[in-house]
């Protein structure tokens, strides 16, 4: 591995006893409670749980968005105490500019940080083409389907080269077909990259294509109900998906959740 591919390969994410809260005294919300969790450089991590649990709180910590009330957050080793290019956050919500095209969204970021705009555009068109949209670098987010607005999105994330990928539902607005059409892009992004990605989602089958491990949280303040390994390769075919070992993951992640929603106690060994 040459030098610069290993500054650019995936970052390792710890949480060391975190606890995430919003607010004080009496209108304090503790959403997560004393999270210890290390996530291996280029680990491809899903995290499932009930709505509200939390999830996204999680990963607005990665992101340096919310400080943990105790413990620590680290990526690298280093506290994530702000947002930084090292780590690309996409989420389930339009938040291209839309007064801008496609391809001054993605060259946004090298723009504030003054990379000349030959060089950003070019990296812009590279990755756009690289997200199968070449021949739409012009075009408006208004003109473009939800899938073509996400990868959009993602080639925004991507071109500051982030070492930790964070994916918030991103395509949980999308037809089953596109869906699955964009995990195949996000798998070969992380492959291509070597990048960490930390994915919430609250689809199982999703967790189960992609995953190397995926973690399951109880309801807030949540709590690790369950960390498993998904150990299979990929392309996950339907022949895996259909083995009795891969059902048996399945199954218990769906059993932990929806115990997880209705407040039911942790069942299974
Ligand atoms: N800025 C905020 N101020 C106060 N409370 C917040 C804030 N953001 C989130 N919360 C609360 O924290 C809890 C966790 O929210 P979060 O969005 O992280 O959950 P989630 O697991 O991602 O939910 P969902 O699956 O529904 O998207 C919720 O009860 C939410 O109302």
């Not at 060089?119 to 997200?131: C, K, P, S, T, Y």
């Not at 609250?202 to 109900?225: G, N, Q, W």
């Not at 998904?230 to 932990?256: G, H, M, N, Q, W």
Request: glycine content about 8%.
């Amino acid at each position: 591995m040459s030098a610069r591919e290993h500054d650019l390969a995936g970052a390792r994410v710890q949480f060391q006893n975190a606890t995430l809260a919003f607010g004080h005294g009496t209108r304090r919300i503790e959403t997560v409670h004393d999270l210890t969790l290390d996530i291996a450089p280029a680990e491809f991590f899903c995290i499932v749980g009930p709505s509200g649990c939390g999830k996204s709180t999680l990963l607005k910590a990665i992101a340096g968005y919310h400080r943990p009330e105790r413990g620590e957050v680290l990526v690298d080793g280093r506290p994530s105490k702000e947002p930084g290019p090292d780590r690309g956050m996409v989420s389930q919500q339009h938040t291209l500019f839309p007064w801008r095209t496609a391809l001054d969204n993605v060259a946004f970021g090298p723009k504030m940080r003054g990379i000349p705009a030959p060089e950003r555009q070019e990296a812009a068109a590279r990755l756009l083409g690289e997200m199968g949209l070449s021949g739409f670098e012009r075009s408006y987010p208004s003109q473009l389907s939800g899938g073509m607005q996400q990868r959009v999105e993602i080639a925004r994330a991507l071109i500051n080269e982030p070492k930790v990928l964070l994916l918030d539902e991103p395509f949980s607005a999308l037809d089953a077909e596109t869906r699955r059409v964009m995990q195949e892009l996000v798998l070969s992004i992380w492959q291509t990259r070597k990048l960490t990605v930390v994915f919430v989602t609250h689809d199982i089958d999703e967790a189960m294509f992609l995953a190397d491990r995926i973690l399951v949280l109880s309801r807030r303040p949540s709590e690790v109900r369950a960390d498993l390994p998904v150990a299979y390769e990929r392309p996950r075919t339907l022949d895996i998906a259909a083995s009795a070992d891969f059902v048996a993951i399945k199954r218990r992640c769906l059993e932990l959740v929806r115990e997880g929603s209705s407040g039911g106690k942790f069942a299974l060994g």
